[in-house]
């Protein structure tokens, strides 16, 4: 069965009830797998069977429940997103002021302490009634719209509470302007609360106002990224040098880059060499060298020489466009503990609305006199404390935040839920080539005997080695290369499979290769045997080094550890975490880089296929292991992990297999990742704790519990207040970590 996933933006939601009520609206449709619903992103991400669920289903589901959805089309661009949100921000900006002004002008001229001071005009509780009606139908419209829709469809939400608070209120002030005797003859002074109702409406407005400015900031990353792009390319063609905007720029291009530009996609370096700033895809500070066959990314900057490129990935194939598009789905995914927040949500409303039936009941029958007055504000009051918003922005905003926080840091974590478990982890499984180690040899040690030197042995080896397509050739020419040796020409070459090279040399017969082949031509090894175990137990491999059948010397080769892997495995063992190193290498080489590295356990001479099985053995010890491997021999043990952690591109089958992919390629990262999830998971437990604290102390206190010992009762007002101030300080503490420290340099 053939499975899809779609992301696209709901319009209407604005509150953790929201939430609950669509999702369960999109999984009701035939064909659809999951649905997640995010509030701080405002978008639905569905997983489907495309031959059964399209778009106009889909989006029948979200209207069918009072919301609309929007599929934003592959051409619409992040900056005309960004422009719509900024035109709804102005919107709503207008609708605060506009409430809040009015409603002062009511306050002003009712409010018992400043009234003397108000014109004879503010006073008239018709001219309220009419600034009063003008925000109540038209700032306030919004929510009259959203609760008819919900309860059209029998749901409940925000939008609710908001529209039956504000209309008792508005409905009982109108009741006494129209029909004061009316009032009077029950005993009741005729006043009016037009303040309570509009002021409530600036306020909650107020409030999704600053909310939504702050939950742009925790789309900053996104932004950051997709600022990075050039927007333009400078493509040669007939030996002309022409700019052109870089959706034009077409796979196979070749292009020019001059020193200070942005390289406007990904490709391969064709001609002259550069330092390269990528620092901004990789988190890396360092510029890189890059010459002719280097991969070059896209949106980093050439920092000196000009050079020639062809385009090899362009549009949404490039890796900032993989990376953009890997940290808005992490931003739109739940994690596990979010569900507590969504359970309790689908209930809350139609509970407050209970709790504010009953406070009236109880405020009418048994409350002092006018019992009337105190059990409709009373109510009021319950309706308009409780906050459903905060508990669904609790988890998301959080979310966003850690997950942007690690893209600029290079690190691209898949979804929410690896983000959850990565501070749970207590084992961490290293692969050996090309994770802990660079994954190509390098010669580390040149002994000559005699009277040769290390510049005569390198010369004698590289020239012979020039011949061959070994690995362990290919290091020794390339050391040649880097000391500007000149080589010599080499008669007769012959390379013997498994055990080396030959040939003639200045009519001198030259080998070099194992011992093996140092036994199959008689040549006597007895006097550096030492050495050559020296070498081996540090886990190098010895290529020997004889002319005319006498030993000249030795050359060791190992495949190198990475710079960054010391500092990351004591880092790590810091953090109190088991250490493993994995590999199909030989148990002589890999205790050898293992003890150098201060790795605790070691699995050696284990195939690519007999890695998962060694990850699910230490989780069956009852650990929550992570796998750090490369991505690609390694994605069945990245699969199986509970956190699988790829060093690569960002590109390649990491971005599958993997949950967390370090682009910027540094062990230490693995550090930061967790600290990241741990940093992240205590933000969201303080908000969630914020959220919940803030309707278990408050309702009661809305419901009058403290009135009958103190006489104090919660002004509606301020309880409009308080909700929104719980809304925005979620977001804001979920913003602090965009200034945490992740990385021990930080």
């Known amino acids: 069965m053939a ?20 999702e369960r609206s999109l999984k009701k449709v035939p064909g659809v797998f999951l649905a997640g619903v995010n509030l701080a992103t405002e978008q639905a991400t569905v997983s489907y069977d495309p031959g059964q669920v399209n778009e106009s289903q889909l989006s029948e589901a979200v209207s069918r429940v009072g919301y609309s959805a929007e599929f934003i089309a592959a051409e619409k661009s992040e900056e005309a997103i960004q422009q719509e949100k900024r035109k709804e921000l102005k919107k709503l900006k207008g609708l605060v002021i506009v ?17 003397e001071t108000a014109p004879e005009l503010l006073k008239s509780y018709w001219t309220q009634l009419v600034l009063a009606g003008a925000v109540q139908f038209w700032a306030g419209w919004q929510f009259y719209a959203a609760a008819v829709k919900s309860i059209k469809h029998r749901t409940a939400n925000m939008d609710t509470l908001v529209a039956l608070g504000t209309t008792t209120a508005f409905a009982y002030s109108v009741f006494i302007t129209v029909w004061p005797s009316v009032v009077k003859s029950l005993g009741i002074e005729p006043m009016p609360y037009f303040d309570v109702s509009t002021i409530i409406i600036g306020l909650i407005l107020l409030g999704r106002y600053f909310e939504a400015k702050a939950k742009a900031g925790t789309g900053e990353a996104i932004k950051k990224l997709v600022g990075l792009q050039a927007k333009t390319a400078r493509k040669v063609i007939g030996g002309k040098e022409i700019d052109v905007p870089i959706m034009e720029v077409k796979l196979g291009d070749i292009l020019r880059v001059r020193p200070g530009e942005k390289i406007p996609v990904d490709g391969v370096v064709t001609e002259g060499s550069s330092l390269v700033d990528e620092s901004m895809v990789t988190g ?8 002719v066959k280097d991969i070059i990314v896209g949106a980093t900057i050439n920092k000196t020489g000009s050079f020639l490129m062809q385009a090899t990935k362009v549009g949404q194939d490039t890796m900032l466009a993989q990376i953009v598009k890997l940290v808005q789905q992490a931003q739109g995914s739940k994690a596990p503990i979010q569900r507590i927040a969504d359970k309790i949500s689908s209930y809350f409303v139609p509970i407050v609305i209970m709790l504010s039936v009953a ?5 009418y029958d048994f409350g002092p006199q006018p019992n009337l007055p105190f059990a409709l504000l009373s109510a009021v009051t319950v309706l308009i404390v409780a906050c459903p918003c905060a508990m669904g922005l609790a988890t998301p905003t959080a979310i966003m935040v850690g997950t942007g926080k690690g893209a600029e840091h290079g690190i691209l974590i898949k979804d929410a839920e690896s983000l959850e478990t990565a501070h749970k982890i207590d084992s961490i499984i290293f692969d050996k080539t090309g994770t802990l180690t660079k994954g190509k040899p390098e010669v580390t040690d040149i002994l000559p005997f005699g009277n040769m030197t290390t510049r005569d042995i390198l010369i004698i080896s590289a020239s012979l080695e020039v011949g061959s397509e070994h690995s362990l050739a290919e290091s020794v020419v390339n050391m040649a290369h880097t000391e500007n040796i000149k080589l010599q020409s080499m008669e007769n070459f012959r390379s013997i499979p498994g055990h080396g090279v030959e040939g003639v040399l200045n009519r001198k017969r030259v080998t070099l290769g194992n011992r093996r082949l140092m036994l199959q031509d008689k040549i006597d090894i007895a006097a550096i045997e030492p050495q050559i175990e020296l070498l081996e137990n540090q886990g190098k491999t010895v290529m020997i080094l004889a002319l005319n059948g006498k030993v000249a010397g030795i050359i060791a080769v190992a495949d190198v550890i990475k710079d ?48 998962e099985a060694e990850v699910r053995k230490i989780q069956a010890e009852g650990k929550i292991a992570a ?25 390649d089958i990491a971005m599958e297999s993997a949950d967390i992919t370090l682009v910027n390629k540094d062990l230490s990262s693995v550090a930061a990742s967790i600290r990241l999830s741990k940093k992240t998971m205590r933000a969201i437990k303080q908000n969630l704790f914020w959220a919940f604290g803030y309707n278990i102390i408050l309702i009661p206190v809305a419901m009058g519990v403290l009135y009958p010992f103190f006489h104090v009762l919660l002004n509606p007002i301020f309880a409009s207040l308080a909700m929104a101030l719980s809304s925005i300080s979620v977001v804001l503490n979920s913003l602090r970590l965009r200034k945490a420290k992740i990385n021990i340099a930080d």
């Open 3 to 22: 499975e899809a996933k779609k992301t696209f933006s709901i319009k209407g939601m604005h509150c953790a009830s929201c939430v609950s009520v669509l």
């Open 99 to 115: 409430s809040l002004v009015l409603g002062g002008l009511i306050l002003w001229g009712s409010f018992p302490a400043v009234s």
């Open 284 to 291: 890396e500070s360092m510029p890189v060298n890059k010459q």
């Open 359 to 363: 406070t009236f009941v109880l405020w």
């Open 564 to 611: 960054s892997a010391r500092d990351a495995i004591s880092t790590l063992k810091a953090m109190r975490l088991q250490t493993a190193m994995i590999t199909g290498d030989n148990i002589r080489t890999a205790k050898a880089v293992a003890q150098s590295l201060g790795i605790e356990k070691v699995l050696a001479e284990v195939l690519p296929g007999q890695k």
């Open 627 to 651: 796998m750090v491997g490369d991505g690609i021999n390694d994605a069945p043990a990245l699969a199986a992990s509970d956190v699988g952690i790829a060093m690569g591109s960002g590109t």
